[in-house]
């Protein structure tokens, strides 16, 4: 089914009977505006968006709202600690070495950077929210919406999906869960839902829907480990147009149980 991209029907968490009480999610959140007047001698936007707003004060801000995981139990520390060194790198794209808010404050230096030299916008937004959520056995599910606006059309409005052992504090990649061999397998099994959930039966009656009209069937890297069920998300643009919105598609461990890794402990 093709959704909007709300992050609040994207994670809600499940309880997957794991004793998760040593482990907590806080939140971090920080928020920068600025408004900068046109400089002088500045060479004029001829277009007629330019043309439009050439009188108006530049405004930008910057919003980051994301959680991350502590814990008083040494060991699950080690792991948390671990796990939020990887989100400030693979995220916030800033060194691990740095605090978190150290992390947080330089992200948002960075945009006001990026605002600086664009010259051509006069509404600029870069909004991050992230949530974590317990997802199947030991796996922590963690969800980042990224809603950036840096002229044009429309907003940008990504998801990127990230998996952690909660013991280890390791990310799990797509091969740790699907071993090589039999991603073919699963690629075939996510286009038989799609189309199931399409309500289709061929290619060409998902392409008469715009539905990868431009890009062949992918796994995608962005999945949730849910209790019961992995989540693959496909963003806006992935494998349909724009205004049909981001799409998520749904398959129970059942539908994968033979094409698994057996180190997922679903296979019996």
């Known amino acids: 089914m093709f959704l909007g991209t709300s992050l609040a029907t994207l994670t809600t968490a499940c309880n997957s009977g794991t004793n998760w009480k040593d482990i907590e999610f806080y939140n971090v959140e920080k928020m920068e505006q600025l408004t900068e007047k046109p400089l002088d001698g500045e060479e004029a936007d001829t277009t007629s968006f330019g043309l439009l707003h050439e009188l108006e004060n530049r405004k930008m801000d910057v919003k980051v709202d994301m959680q ?42 960075d945009v006001k950077t990026e605002f600086h030299g664009d010259r051509i916008a006069n509404v600029y937004h870069d909004h991050l929210t992230g949530r974590a959520e317990y997802g199947m056995k030991n796996v922590i599910n963690y969800w980042l919406l990224e809603d950036v606006f840096t002229g044009g059309a429309h907003p940008s409005k990504q998801t ?88 998520t598609i749904c398959v129970s461990y059942e539908d994968v149980r033979d094409i698994i890794s057996t180190t997922m402990g679903i296979r019996k």
């Open 68 to 109: 991350f995981m502590r814990s008083e139990n040494v060991a699950n520390e080690k792991a948390c600690n671990l796990i939020n060194g990887q989100l400030i790198e693979l995220l916030l794209k800033q060194s691990s070495e740095l605090s978190i808010d150290e992390a947080v404050a330089q992200y948002i230096e």
């Open 160 to 247: 990127t999906i990230l998996r952690f052992n909660a013991k280890t504090g390791e990310f799990i990649t797509l091969d740790d869960v699907f071993p090589t061999s039999n991603q073919p397998q699963l690629q075939d099994i996510l286009l038989a839902k799609l189309m199931e959930d399409q309500h289709v039966r061929s290619l060409d009656e998902l392409h008469q829907k715009g539905i990868l009209e431009m890009a062949d069937m992918f796994i995608s890297n962005n999945f949730a480990m849910r209790e019961d069920s992995i989540e693959f998300h496909y963003n806006e643009y992935d494998i349909a147009p724009y205004a049909s919105g981001a799409c």
